[in-house]
T-cell receptor, first 113, second 115 residues
Framework: AQTVTQSQPEMSVQEAETVTLSCTYD???????LFWYKQPPSRQMILVIR??????QNATENRFSVNFQKAAKSFSLKISDSQLGDAAMYFC??????????FGTGTSLTVIP | DTGVSQDPRHKITKRGQNVTFRCDPI?????LYWYRQTLGQGPEFLTY????????KSRLLSDRFSAERPKGSFSTLEIQRTEQGDSAMYLC?????????????FGPGTRLLVL
């Protein structure tokens, strides 16, 4: 089974500033995707960004980008120009051939106006 | 393109009762997943279907839990003889494709409270 560690239970950021959420994982898979999901207080999980492990280029989606270090098994999420709507729980989730996702315990992000 | 829907959104039951939840995936998604999420935790995998076949079950899924996906469309998750420890949010997700796990799209969840 995979393990996922999100070492920051809570983070805060000033509106318009940048914040980085960390995630490390352990997997024996060679081919997999990694995902960041956001869960606002309404609790519906929303995909933020996806990274394919065989791609060296880090994924970017508008204000969201990742720093993927495959050898270190690290997958951090950077949010630029933070907005109030970014406040949520963020979960890191590596997927794999087992077809299930293993989620971390999450990071609660507060955006300060 | 409607998203994943779940019914009911909330369920309160008494210990020992049976409950059934329904999930309607995004149309044409061949994979369907069930997760359980307790407060302050990330979702934990319960089971997974590819079309109508249940391919994987977690050890979390005790004998009191059963899931079906007849005809490879909607799915139901039944909990028999509910216990207070079953209180949680039950999330359904669906995805399209084969092989390596692809993006999963989540429903709003069913919040279960067992009294």
């Amino acid at each position: 089974a995979q393990t996922v560690t999100q070492s920051q239970p809570e983070m805060s950021v000033q509106e318009a500033e940048t914040v980085t959420l960390s995630c490390t994982y352990d997997t024996s898979e060679s081919d997999y995707y990694l995902f960041w999901y956001k869960q606002p207080p309404s609790r519906q999980m929303i995909l933020v960004i996806r990274q394919e492990a065989y791609k060296q280029q880090n994924a970017t989606e508008n204000r969201f980008s990742v720093n993927f270090q495959k050898a270190a098994k690290s997958f951090s999420l950077k949010i630029s120009d933070s907005q109030l709507g970014d406040a949520a729980m963020y979960f890191c989730a590596p997927g794999g051939a087992g077809n299930q996702f293993y989620f971390g315990t999450g990071t609660s992000l507060t955006v300060i106006p | 393109d409607t998203g994943v829907s779940q019914d009911p959104r909330h369920k309160i039951t008494k210990r020992g009762q049976n409950v059934t939840f329904r999930c309607d995936p995004i149309s044409e998604h061949n994979r369907l997943y069930w997760y359980r999420q307790t407060l302050g935790q990330g979702p934990e995998f319960l089971t997974y279907f590819q079309n109508e076949a249940q391919l994987e079950k977690s050890r979390l899924l005790s004998d009191r839990f059963s899931a079906e996906r007849p005809k490879g469309s909607f799915s139901t998750l039944e909990i028999q003889r509910t216990e207070q420890g079953d209180s949680a949010m039950y999330l359904c997700a669906s995805s399209l494709g084969f092989g390596v796990a692809k993006t999963q799209y989540f429903g709003p969840g069913t919040r279960l409270l067992v009294l």
